[in-house]
């Protein structure tokens, strides 16, 4: 089956923590030199106070808060700079602390027929369950989770709604949840991932480096994780 | 009758926000005196106080949103404008797997033409890299100003379909290592010689 053509692919990351924003204004991102002067004055939207900052370039978006950090770019190109920009804010919250980092990636893909789309669902969600319970039921949205195999903790989160952007599409979002901690024994059950994923995750400033590292070390592999979700996705429709 | 694997009828769940429709807003901009500034900006602290690493905030906008008390643009209107322009959507599709990118270190700088070595960024590549030359001008504007012999930068490469056409598109985008000071390149120094010490070699570099 031919790779599908993607109508939309973008990719973000989400940091959550304690951070001051005044340590990310607009004025200290130009004067850390990750923006440009010509950059912030093209702008699509730029706004920055002691408690909130978000700048929209033509590349990439960034917002945070006291709580948070999300970076977001729009196409594949853009991937490894929105990377670059996250690790290079990250440098600058040295001292702070925090507690969980995500790396996502969203896309929104045709099938080639009607008929496609509705086997895409009905693979992922079967519908005899249903059956005479309800009449004509159709899938609005899945989501699953699953364990990672690498050293860091943490899990992978797979959702699959009908697209609401493009006609007859399927949306799928891969979403790269890391604890920021090491682990040398990846979880061996489910019950394991859904403890994992109610526990509350703890800040600390030592996770910073360990962020940066992922960002580094992981990009690319999670990127690649998420396309072969997607691919696996539109396959169903063709089976 | 063919039973409807999506629905699109029923309400849907509070949904992950990229995949939501909404008005496009992007041109509109931001009124920083905006009177609702502070109410916007409680609710998007609100919006953002959620435990997952999900988006939070759309790449392309969400239609379920609490309506902000506001008649001109706000920070609600611009944190969830869409960062994709709808009205392109569909134009052009890219094929997944389509995508290859090097990476490039400047080599000289010379009449408008740079050379470069790349790397390519894919994992089955090996370590073979290719010398290229590139006009300066195929850079964005504002790095071309600042171009210099070691700057680092991205090639990629993606197949695309135009309005039904298949071709090829390429990118050339400067990466920015941002400001490093003496104690940033101290303080990496001091976690290597800690990563040599715990591994057993003390004579680190």
């Known amino acids: 089956m031919p790779a599908p053509e993607l109508a939309i692919d973008t990719a973000s990351v989400v940091i959550r923590g304690a951070f001051d924003p005044a340590a990310f204004s607009i004025n200290e991102l130009e004067n850390q030199g990750l923006t440009s002067r010509e950059e912030i004055s093209g702008a699509l939207q730029k706004f920055s106070t002691s408690d909130f900052v978000l700048l929209e370039t033509q590349q990439l978006r960034f917002l945070g808060n006291r709580e948070v950090l999300q970076f977001n770019a729009q196409q594949p190109d853009q991937f490894s700079l929105l990377r670059d920009f996250a690790v290079n804010v990250l440098r600058l919250f040295k001292d702070d602390k925090i507690s969980v980092l995500g790396m996502n990636r969203e896309a929104h893909f045709v099938a080639k027929t009607q008929a496609e789309w509705h086997k895409i669902g009905d693979a992922l969600v079967p519908k005899d369950v249903w059956d005479g319970v309800m009449h004509h039921v159709g899938m609005a949205s899945m989501t699953v989770q699953g364990a990672r195999e690498d050293k860091y903790l943490g899990f992978r989160q797979v959702t699959v709604q009908p697209s609401a952007l493009v006609p007859q599409g399927v949306f799928v979002s891969h979403n790269d949840h890391y604890t920021l901690e090491m682990t040398d024994e990846p979880p061996t059950s489910r019950d394991q991932i859904q403890t994992l994923a109610k526990q509350p995750a703890l800040s600390n400033s030592d996770k910073i480096p360990v962020a940066i590292r992922v960002l580094n070390e992981e990009w690319e592999n999670s990127m690649a994780r998420a396309a072969s979700v997607i691919e696996r996705v539109a396959q169903q429709g063709s089976k | ?205």
């Not at chain 2, 916007?40 to 969400?62: C, E, F, K, M, N």
């Not at chain 2, 400067?174 to 003496?182: E, I």
């Open chain 2, 1 to 205: 009758m063919t039973t409807p694997a999506f629905s699109t009828a029923g309400p849907l769940m509070p949904a992950e926000p990229p995949n939501r429709r909404t008005s496009d807003t992007r041109q509109r901009g931001v009124d920083e005196q905006s009177a609702t500034e502070l109410a916007a900006r409680t609710w998007a602290d609100s919006v953002l106080a959620d435990s997952g690493t999900s988006p939070i905030l759309p790449a392309a906008g969400p239609s379920t949103l609490p309506v902000a008390e506001s008649v001109g643009p706000s920070l609600q209107d611009a944190l969830y404008s869409p960062t994709i322009d709808l009205r392109d959507i569909g134009r052009e599709t890219w094929l997944l797997g389509g995508v290859q990118s090097w990476e490039g270190q400047i080599l000289e700088i010379e009449d408008g033409i740079f050379t470069a070595e790349l790397t390519s960024r894919e994992a089955d590549s090996g370590s073979e890299r290719l010398r290229a030359e590139f006009r300066v001008d195929a850079l964005d504007t504002s790095d071309r100003a600042s171009l210099a012999v070691g700057d680092l930068f991205y090639v990629t490469s993606m197949r695309v379909r135009d309005r039904g056409v298949l071709r090829t598109k390429y990118s050339l985008q400067l990466r920015r290592a941002g400001k490093w000071t003496d104690s940033d390149i101290e303080a990496i120094r001091s976690r290597v010689r800690q990563r040599l010490e715990a591994l057993g070699d003390d004579s680190p570099q």
